[in-house]
């Protein structure tokens, strides 16, 4: 059973930066594909990026393409999220996921961690 736990959240002005991290434990390996999602108060859960390995493959959401990078050390089973020029819009609790293939729905992923707030106000 794999296990992610998110850490990095908190409270930052709009124009700020956070970094999210998620470790991975109990199974996983170096292929497995890692996403990131957000999901605010009464909205659906939401995709915002993913990455099939080390060095491969990366997909964004456009709305923050340009402005978060996904990355991933697999020494240390850990996956993060760097956001830049966050916005109110970006307001929301984040979600590591991993899964079988690198795509963008919701069910697409298996395993979830407990979610991360990150909140974006002045």
């Known amino acids: 059973q794999v296990q992610l736990v998110e850490s990095g959240g908190g409270l930052v002005q709009p124009g700020g930066s956070l970094r999210l991290s998620c470790v991975a434990s109990?199974?996983?390996?170096?292929?497995?594909?890692m996403a990131w999602f957000r999901q605010a108060p009464g909205t659906e859960r939401e995709f915002v990026a993913g990455?099939?390995?080390?060095?491969?493959?990366?997909v964004y959401a456009y709305y923050v393409e340009g402005r978060f990078t996904i990355s991933r050390d697999d020494s240390k089973n850990t996956v993060y999220l760097q956001m830049n020029d966050l916005e109110p819009e970006d307001t929301a609790v984040y979600y590591c996921?991993?899964?079988?293939?690198?795509?963008?729905?919701?069910?697409?992923?298996?395993?979830w961690g407990q979610g991360t707030q990150v909140t974006v106000s002045s």
């Open positions: 109990g199974g996983t390996d170096s292929n497995y594909p």
């Open positions: 990455n099939d390995r080390s060095g491969g493959n990366t």
């Open positions: 996921a991993a899964g079988r293939l690198l795509r963008t729905e919701v069910d697409d992923y298996d395993f």
